[in-house]
């Protein structure tokens, strides 16, 4: 794939021999699946072992003839289509703790999930670790580069809520589209930071309906 309009902010050499895991394909996984693959991720493995049922096309990058198939191999023929060069590695299961390298993504939606991943990341210590949040219309993003340092200790201690305390939302509003894709945007982009040498940003909060966009240091 020619990425010739992106070159000089995203180097080819760096990203042909990135290693991004993605744990969730449902609407921010399923996005951000998507443009890693068009900026050129060399590696990505993806686990979810849900299928995409009709209440997952307006919000998640499904589409009619995916319907009934397993989320990840749907997404692998998507983006199969959208890059020829990124090695698509799905998995139709949870993630089940096995060794962590490279970048890992936790698209999930439950705290529980978050909290199991997050035990995994901190034995396996890989490069950079991003969770992603998403509400209807507000998008978070958590990046650490250092599980033992005190970002690591401050984002369990202040991010990491008990399982069973997230507020909960009526079916009708838990997710939208632009939710999806302006998170998988920030994923992207701190991603690219990671690539190219830079920071973290740290913790990133954006409220797509007012405009309204904090990033905090741990």
């Not at 050499?13 to 068009?38: C, D, H, N, W, Y």
Request: with cysteine.
């Amino acid at each position: 794939m020619d990425r010739e309009r992106q070159r000089d902010l995203l180097p080819e050499e760096v990203l042909r021999v990135a290693q991004v895991t993605l744990i969730g394909a449902g609407a921010v996984g399923s996005a951000t699946a998507i443009a890693l693959a068009k900026m050129g991720i060399g590696q990505l493995t993806v686990y979810d072992d849900d299928t995409v049922a009709g209440h997952n096309l307006p919000n998640q990058w499904y589409r009619h003839q995916d319907l009934e198939l397993p989320k990840v191999l749907a997404l692998q023929a998507a983006v199969v289509g959208y890059s020829d060069d990124t090695a698509f590695t799905p998995n139709t299961c949870r993630y089940n703790g096995s060794p962590l390298a490279g970048i890992v993504i936790s698209a999930v939606d439950s705290m529980a999930s978050r909290h199991y991943i997050w035990r995994r990341v901190k034995r396996y210590h890989p490069e950079l670790y991003i969770d992603s949040r998403m509400g209807p219309e507000l998008s978070q993003v958590f990046t650490l580069c250092n599980m033992a340092d005190d970002a690591a200790a401050n984002y369990e201690r202040l991010r990491m809520i008990p399982p069973g305390d997230e507020i909960p939302l009526p079916c009708t509003a838990k997710s939208t589209i632009y939710g999806a894709m302006g998170t998988a945007a920030l994923i992207c982009a701190s991603v690219r930071r990671h690539l190219t040498g830079e920071p973290p940003l740290g913790a990133v909060t954006m409220d797509w309906v007012n405009g309204f966009a904090m990033t905090e240091a741990y």
